[in-house]
Each structure stands twice: as C-alpha cells, then as structure tokens.
C-alpha cells in the first residue's frame, strides 16, 4: 500500500492534471469563443452603422422605385410592343434607322417586374447626341432600365461614337 506522503502526492497530481484537462478543454475554448463572438458583435454593430449612414439614401432608391414603378403601371396600357416602342423612342431622339441596330436579349422575372432586354447598338453619334440619348431613355416617361453603356470612340473620325446600350423594358410581373 502506499504511504500518507505518497498518497498526498498522487491526490495533489491528480487535482493539478484534473485543472490542467478543465482548462484546457473547457475553460480555453471558451475564452475564443467568447473572443471569437465578440468580434462579430463588433462586426455586425459596424454593418449596422454602415446601414444607419445609408438610410436616406435607401430612402431616396425608394421612392425613385416607387415612381419608375408608376411609370411601369402607367406604360402596361399601351399595347405596342416593347422593340417598336423603343426603337420609336430612339428615332424621335433623331437618331436614323440605318445607324441603329436592335437585337433582343431575352426576359426575365425580377422581384417585383418583368424584364424584356435588348442589345441596342447605334453608330456615328455626337458626344451631345449620345448623352441626349441616355438621357431621354433613361429619364423619359417609357419603363426601360438602362443596364450597361458601352461608348466608344470611331476609329476613323474620333468627334463620333458607337454607343452599345443593354436595356430593360420593364412591365408589370403577371
């Protein structure tokens, strides 16, 4: 049998691997956790920080929203189809048939619209006429998106453009 010492000795080496396991599988990893979750507390306390800062500018995204939805109730009236209505918008703008060309990019259902897009390519346009363009498609009371706008300048006479538009024609989702 063992003697008091030795038995002590054991008692007090059992304790100190007993804390030794406590802390290192208990005590530890709850230490990172916590650490861990602290951060993304913080993270997360930013992200609403960064969301509270953009608030009125949602806002603002909003109501612009709202009234291009308006536009898109208002236009789903008219029963021309969306490839003459565009290509009459762009021929008002006095840009001529032979310099526009318009191609169909398939539909597809948004959130709270449906999407027909077209791949609209006009060439030899002025700086002014392009941003005129732009700007009476963008702005104007038709329901179109304009997704993407390519200039780029003509190799033979840099004073004109070849505009490449990908456009959305929006309706209401049915």
Known sequence: MLR?????????????????LVLAFVLIPGVSRIKSQARAVA?????????RKARPQIERIQKE?????????????VKDAPLS???SA????????????IKSGGARDG????????????ENLTYLEAVTTL??????????????ASLKSR???????DVTLRVGFLTPKS
């Open 4 to 20: 008091e010492r030795e038995k002590r000795v054991l008692v007090i080496g059992g304790a100190a691997a007993a804390v030794l």
């Open 43 to 51: 993270a997360a306390e930013a992200d609403l920080a960064e969301v």
């Open 65 to 77: 929203t709202g009234a291009k939805a308006g536009i898109v109730r208002a236009a789903a009236n």
């Open 85 to 87: 209505r565009i290509t």
């Open 90 to 101: 762009l021929q008002e703008a006095g840009i001529p048939q032979a310099a526009l060309n």
């Open 111 to 122: 959130e709270l619209f449906r999407e027909e897009s077209f791949d609209i390519r006009i």
């Open 135 to 148: 700007q009476r498609l963008s702005a104007g009371s038709m329901p179109v998106a304009i997704r993407s």
């Open 155 to 161: 190799y033979d006479d840099p004073r004109y453009l």
